[in-house]
């Protein structure tokens, strides 16, 4: 589900990204990246040449990608006890 936000909201950016891609990185705080599965953020959310253009933006997807890590990480821990 939460990818589908971030999937919407980069829809809306490219469809005038000229004007639009200013917005992105106050859009995307808004956006649950920690939620997403950490797949989607290695595949879709990386190498998306929007986040990369801006060091926020790739920022806020690194932030996503430590937190989905150590989540994953802590949940498979507590399986194995």
Same mark, same amino acid.
């Given at each position: *589900?939460?990818? &589908? @936000?971030?999937?919407? @909201? *980069?829809?809306?950016?490219?469809?005038?990204?000229? #004007? +639009? &891609?200013?917005?992105?990185?106050? $859009?995307?705080?808004? @956006?649950? !990246? /920690? !939620?997403?599965? /950490?797949?989607?953020? !290695?595949?879709?959310?990386?190498?998306?040449?929007? $986040?990369?253009?801006?060091?926020?933006?790739?920022? !806020?997807? *690194?932030? #996503?990608?430590?937190?989905?890590?150590?989540?994953?990480?802590? +949940?498979?821990?507590q399986k194995v006890v």
């Amino acid at each position: *589900m939460f990818f &589908q @936000v971030y999937e919407a @909201v *980069m829809r809306w950016v490219r469809f005038d990204e000229t #004007a +639009r &891609q200013c917005f992105l990185p106050k $859009i995307l705080e808004h @956006v649950r !990246l /920690p !939620l997403v599965k /950490p797949q989607f953020l !290695l595949d879709v959310v990386q190498p998306d040449p929007l $986040i990369k253009v801006n060091k926020v933006r790739e920022l !806020l997807v *690194m932030i #996503a990608t430590v937190f989905n890590t150590k989540w994953f990480l802590t +949940r498979n821990q507590q399986k194995v006890v």
